[in-house]
Nanobody, 122 residues
């Protein structure tokens, strides 16, 4: 069992930055690939980025490449999403999640945080 708690959301103007953190419980954190997802009102939850258990491999959604960076610290059971050059269309609830496999498939992620709101104004 893994419990995930996100933090770092908030309101920023377009062009600004936010750093989301996800703290995980449990001693098996490094065995999970970690992902970030988001869900805007009236839309489906969408994949943003994933990082392998070791942190050596990452994948990004095309629309966030070059703006978002995922990283993890297995010693601290933490995964980070650094978001730069934010746009109004980035407004959503952001979730971190854990999966037993390195994948961008939402349905492969078995543990989810409660989400944190990100609002970007123009």
């Amino acid at each position: 069992q893994v419990q995930l708690v996100e933090s770092g959301g908030g309101s920023v103007q377009a062009g600004g930055s936010l750093r989301l953190s996800c703290a995980a419980s449990g001693r098996t954190f490094s065995t999970y690939a970690m992902g970030w997802f988001r869900q805007a009102p009236g839309k489906e939850r969408e994949f943003l980025s994933t990082i392998s258990g070791s942190g050596a491999v990452t994948t990004y959604r095309d629309s966030v490449k070059g703006r978002f960076t995922i990283s993890r610290d297995n010693a601290k059971n933490t995964v980070i999403l650094q978001m730069n050059n934010l746009k109004p269309e980035d407004t959503a609830v952001y979730y971190c999640a854990a999966s037993g496999s390195y994948t961008r498939r939402t349905d492969s992620y078995v543990f989810w945080g409660q989400g944190t709101q990100v609002t970007v104004s123009s």
